[in-house]
């Protein structure tokens, strides 16, 4: 297999937490070697900015950062990049001015087979020519400018976006040259430091994923296609828009108080309607109603002897806890039949499937950092565990279904130190569904991007056609829309999926308006449904 030699271009040794963590990464790597620290010198000074901008900026971010966890806190740290360097890795400082020396040569003496820019650098292309055999790696943050990551994820939290984009780039000659190599985006944080520590991690996992795909290159594997999510160009924010910004956010806060203080809750509820299509008329539907102190939310219908029963998440907000519930409908009514799991964590997406004339149910068990797989022993409220599909992993609303050779297993793996379940998917395939070795897709994660990487629930139709239904999330707002997508293609290296247009709440015509679940089965369609009280 081949090795790699890859070199790290910094502006400086002293760096924050999330330019250690692609060092580190690199430093434990089989497949690459971390042959350089390439580190560039403090140009001489430039204009420097008004003090009311620094001073209104620095405020915010001090101000911000006690808002975050430790491990977000860290990635802003900064420390000496040589404290730890390995031995092996050399160390090469490069002049500012391209004309002062030589020691541009000596980058092209290491051999490197790439050369990965991080950080606020200027543009070097006029001297990077000849440093890499496979040229020169950037990320870029928010459309700000390839160069810069100081103001990373401010715009699209000033400016209230569902998403904030990062992109990985492989440098040319110009602007105009460079290369798109990788485009995701995320969840946009309702804090700027919050949101920029997701913007580095993102592009930190990118990076990871490259390589790897470079490394780990499997003929006919074709990554998944990329969604084009740019917003225009922007410059530096300056004091005004950092004063905007606090008072945009202090507003924000205030309604989240005045909410809370209130107790207006965003209940769920479910939804059912009878119908041999995928949709009809949600206007139409019979509503499950919660009781006061609870939401249902997630249902899956499974039809028994031509009667629906529908499976969900029954969440009490006193003990913060979600159980599985089982209700039916007959005589024009829904009618509670008892809990069917009830365990120590939380519980939810009560995904249910049959194999083998067995009605088997994989909840969401993040709470128990697992994937689990209950086999039902008397229908529809005694289950028992099967088996543990997957341990030591945070995953979320787990879908598994036959199409083709395989079994397939689909859920929503956090590798962000538990940001977010909503950006990634995640493909793994068995030639059983009680398989306790999965097999991962060459592609991971297959879907990359937060409009529809989250599952929503499944129809499979008697003919093998299968749509998976995704959330679409909102800034500030958890399960905006769904949208229905039909897989076109799904082998053990590729997988394509025609995008479904999204399905907002709207026929609610109430604030905060919330739909993130569709299933259909059995003659029967199911969803769930939000608002303001």
């Not at 400086?12 to 990464?25: M, R």
């Not at 507003?251 to 209130?262: F, T």
Request: hydrophobic fraction near 40%; aromatic fraction near 12%; proline fraction near 5%.
């Amino acid at each position: 297999m081949t090795t790699y030699r890859v070199g790290l271009l910094v502006d400086g040794t002293d760096q924050p937490g999330w330019i250690h963590d692609t060092a580190e990464w690199l430093a434990r790597s089989h497949d690459f070697d971390f042959s350089a620290l390439l580190v560039l010198e403090k140009a001489t000074a430039g204009p420097a900015p008004r003090l009311s901008a620094k001073a209104l900026f620095g405020t915010l971010s001090r101000l911000e950062s006690r808002l975050l966890p430790v491990r977000q806190r860290q990635m802003l740290t900064c420390h000496d990049m040589r404290d730890g360097l390995p031995p092996s890795t050399a160390l090469l400082t490069l002049p500012a001015d391209p004309d002062d020396g030589g020691r541009d040569d000596g980058v092209a003496a290491l051999g490197l087979d790439l050369v990965i820019m991080l950080g606020g650098l200027p543009s070097l292309r006029a001297r990077m020519a000849d440093w890499a055999r496979l040229g020169v790696w950037q990320l870029s943050y928010s459309d700000i400018a390839v160069s810069t990551s100081r103001y990373a994820g401010f715009w699209e939290v000033y400016q209230r976006a569902d998403h904030t984009t990062v992109k990985l780039w492989r440098m040319g000659g110009s602007a105009e040259e460079d290369a798109l190599l990788d485009q995701r985006s995320f969840n946009t944080e309702v804090f700027w430091l919050k949101n920029q520590t997701r913007a580095f991690s993102l592009g930190n996992f990118m990076i990871y994923d490259a390589l790897q795909a470079l490394a780990r290159a499997r003929p006919g594997a074709a990554p998944p296609g990329m969604q084009i999510m740019s917003g225009e160009r922007r410059d530096d924010p300056a004091e005004w828009d950092s004063a905007a910004y606090i008072a945009r956010q202090a507003w924000l806060m205030g309604d989240l108080i005045v909410r809370r203080v209130m107790k207006r809750n965003v209940r769920w509820r479910i939804g059912m309607f009878p119908s041999t299509r995928q949709q009809a008329v949600i206007s139409e539907a019979m509503v499950l109603q919660p009781p006061k102190g609870r939401f249902f939310a997630d249902p899956f219908v499974y039809t028994k002897d031509k009667n629906p029963y529908i499976f969900f998440e029954d969440y009490d907000f006193n003990s913060r806890k979600g159980t599985i519930s089982v209700a039916t409908y007959s005589d024009g009514a829904f009618r509670l039949l008892g809990t069917a799991l009830n365990l120590p964590y939380h519980l939810s997406f009560p995904y249910i499937f049959e194999y083998d004339g067995v009605a088997y149910m994989v909840p969401e068990t993040c709470g128990n950092r697992s994937i689990e797989l209950w086999k039902c022993t008397d229908f529809p409220l005694k289950w028992e565990l099967d088996l543990t599909l997957m341990t030591n992993i945070s995953a979320v609303d787990t879908i598994i279904f036959k199409r083709g050779e395989y079994w397939w297993l689909l859920t929503n793996i956090d590798r962000t130190d538990g940001q977010s379940h909503c950006d990634e998917l995640f493909a793994f395939f068995a030639d059983s569904p009680r398989s306790n070795h999965w097999t991962p897709h060459a592609c991971n994660p297959i879907v990359r991007n937060p409009m529809r990487a989250r599952n929503a629930g499944i129809v499979v139709s008697p003919g093998g056609e299968v749509i998976r239904c995704a959330q679409y999330q909102g800034f500030c707002h958890y399960g905006k829309g769904v949208s229905l997508n039909r897989i076109e293609e799904l082998s053990p290296s590729t997988y394509v999926e025609t995008d479904g247009e999204i399905h907002y709440a709207s026929f609610l015509r109430k604030r905060h308006a919330s739909m993130h679940h569709w299933h259909h089965q059995g003659g029967h369609t199911v969803f769930d449904f939000a608002y303001m009280e």
